[in-house]
């Protein structure tokens, strides 16, 4: 069970504040890892513009 929290609301809702500002944008989130966790990666191709 997870109790909601004024603070829990607060964060999600700035989350989801993020995430519909990437895709109405269409402005793409850094990549926050290093390439070599990227090397097997199913969506490498559409993360960093494709050159991993």
Do not use: F
């Not at 997870?2 to 993020?18: A, F, G, Q, W």
């Not at 944008?25 to 490498?44: A, F, I, L, T």
């Amino acid at each position: 069970e997870v109790k909601i929290t004024s603070s829990l609301k607060k964060e999600v809702m700035r989350i989801i504040k993020k995430i519909y500002s990437i895709v109405n944008d269409e402005v793409e989130p850094k990549v926050k890892v290093g390439k070599s966790k990227c090397e097997n990666c199913g969506w490498r191709k559409y993360c960093r513009g494709g050159w991993v």
